[in-house]
């Protein structure tokens, strides 16, 4: 098992932090809303490895398609290189082509590289892998988020149509469900991420996202772990070792 964590960091290099033209207070509030907070902490499980994203997805974001052209979230601003913020206001001045490729070699690009060498060693050594998308949403809809309805689960199940099968899909439902955790499949967000070089290619590569509610876990106002931090971390863990149990009654 893989454990993917994208979005979990806050860190901006000082030269990047020089390009963007929105103030200290402005970027903390961005920050807030767009990061998915505590997530390095919340996934965790024995007999996995975990790729952790070192900086803030406002310097690059590695679950967008690096081509705008392909991303949706392109149309908004916010493709691989954001340059809107969450409410449609700059973040940074549209980059050159030369800019915006340098963004992608010194962030993208190895983060993507060590995600593929992570599923060919787990392939090389179990002969399958399954990889973990780990992400957490605002209780509230954003302002850019295409999903605005207001009635959101305690957790989201995004899946593949080739890389995610139902038995998976259905473990994960049901340990949810016996945390009394409401529960969507691809609302409000959908999909799950999988190294281009196996994508609709291999079988033996699995993949599912799962996206927390942060109303389980912090106070999304002041961006502080909640009293119920703990057991949302114990939850998330008996959902990892049931879903690792029924990997290995199903192959």
């Known amino acids: 098992m ?13 030269d990047v932090r020089s390009t963007f033209k929105v ?7 961005e920050l807030l809303k767009m990061t998915d907070w505590f997530t390095d902490e919340l996934f965790e499980a024995d007999d ?7 900086v803030s997805r406002l310097v690059c974001d590695p679950e967008r398609f690096a081509v705008d052209s392909d991303e949706p979230m392109a149309s908004k601003g916010m493709g691989a290189i954001y340059t ?31 995600l593929e ?13 399954l990889i973990i998308d780990c992400h957490s949403f605002s209780s509230v ?10 009635d959101r689960p305690q957790l989201c ?13 259905q473990s994960l439902k049901q340990s949810a469900m016996n945390l009394d955790w409401t529960v969507e499949i691809n609302r409000p967000f959908s999909g799950t991420i999988v190294p281009m070089s196996a994508y609709t290619k291999i079988t033996r590569v699995f993949s599912v996202m799962l996206e927390l509610n942060r ?31 029924t990997m290995q009654n199903m192959l």
């Open 2 to 14: 893989i454990l993917h964590i994208p979005h979990s960091s806050i860190g901006i290099p000082d």
């Open 23 to 29: 103030s200290d207070n402005q970027l903390q509030s």
């Open 48 to 54: 996995t490895r975990r790729l952790v994203y070192p």
């Open 84 to 114: 809107k913020t969450s409410e449609d206001s700059t973040l940074r001045p549209q980059l050159s082509a030369e800019e915006r490729q340098h963004l992608l070699e010194r962030f993208y690009v190895p983060h993507h590289a060590a």
């Open 117 to 129: 060498a992570l599923v060919q060693a787990e392939l090389k050594e179990q002969g399958f892998c």
């Open 141 to 150: 809809p954003l302002p850019h988020e295409p999903d605005q309805n207001p």
């Open 157 to 169: 199940i995004g899946t593949d149509n080739f890389h995610t099968p139902k038995w998976l899909i």
């Open 215 to 245: 109303s389980l876990y912090m106070d999304e106002k002041t961006g502080k772990r909640s009293a119920t931090f703990i057991n949302c971390r114990s939850s998330v863990s008996t959902i990892l070792r049931t879903l690792l149990k």
